[in-house]
């Protein structure tokens, strides 16, 4: 069974950074691209950045660029998404996504909240 488990989210201010993990179990991670996705109240979920199997490639929405740097440890079965310079328009719920044989898994979310 696919489980994706998140962490890493929390309080931060302006400037400030933070680390989301994601830790993936129940496929051959390695072979599948993971994606971060974040929803703040009031609006759609949004794709916020996509990493392909091995790594090489990455995808970023405009609006993270610079700021946001998705990583994966195929090891650990880890996706990561490291956060720097948050602004208080990053503030959502956090969720990691997989799409394994046509069907679309999330995890529970972890809630980042930008505030001083």
């Known amino acids: 069974q696919v489980q994706l488990v998140e962490s890493g989210g929390g309080l931060a201010q302006p400037g400030g950074s933070l680390r989301l993990s994601c830790v993936a179990s129940?496929?051959?991670?390695?072979?599948?691209?993971m994606s971060w996705y974040r929803q703040a109240p009031g609006k759609e979920r949004e794709l916020v950045a996509t990493?392909?199997?091995?790594?090489?490639?990455?995808i970023y929405v405009d609006s993270v660029k610079g700021r946001f740097t998705i990583s994966r440890d195929n090891d650990k079965n880890t996706v990561f998404l490291q956060m720097i310079s948050l602004k208080p328009e990053d503030t959502a719920v956090y969720y990691c996504?997989?799409?394994?044989?046509?069907?679309?898994?999330w995890g529970q979310g972890t809630q980042v909240t930008v505030s001083s």
């Open positions: 996504r997989v799409t394994v044989a046509g069907y679309t898994y």
């Open positions: 129940g496929f051959t991670f390695i072979a599948y691209g």
């Open positions: 990493i392909t199997p091995v790594g090489r490639s990455t």
